[in-house]
């Protein structure tokens, strides 16, 4: 009850923020409506068939088998964004658990990147030079 009233005194306080402002700082949170996560793809799938798999269910205007930097090999996950929320539906109704190129694949609504800053990669600041398993460590 306090934090209602504490919110409904925050938004009379603040009636000059924007409802897109408001919507834009709860969106990192939502999951996309035009954008699919694909899981269990066979490690021979390809952009290309990954596109033409679901182009039967409206426009796709991207498709990407993600790949592993070193190797170039799948990584068995992909993503597909579609020009409309109802295509994207159709297709997850339609594909999920259904077989592609010899694998049962999971289809579901791709949850939005989050906005905060990714660590790891980089110049190596930080990290020593020392990690892993093995070598030749001091420690």
């Given at each position: 009850m306090a934090l209602s009233a504490k919110l409904g005194s925050l938004l009379t306080q603040n009636a000059q923020l924007s409802m897109t402002s408001m919507v834009n700082s709860i969106r990192p949170m939502s999951t996309s409506?035009?954008?699919?996560?694909?899981g269990g793809l066979s490690y021979e799938?390809?952009?290309?068939?990954f596109r033409e798999a679901f182009s039967n269910f409206g426009d796709v205007?991207?498709?990407r088998v993600i790949t592993d930097r070193e190797s170039g090999r799948s990584r068995g996950f992909g993503?597909?964004?579609?020009?409309?929320?109802e295509s994207a539906s159709n297709a997850l109704s339609s594909m999920d658990g259904q077989e592609l190129n010899g694998r049962n694949i999971r289809v579901s609504f791709a949850n939005e990147r989050p906005s905060t800053p990714r660590?790891?990669?980089g110049n190596g600041v930080g990290n020593s030079g020392y990690g892993g398993y093995g070598g030749n460590s001091a420690y």
């Open positions: 409506t035009t954008r699919l996560f694909i799938t390809d952009n290309q068939s205007t991207d498709a993503f597909v964004n579609f020009a409309s929320g660590f790891g990669g």
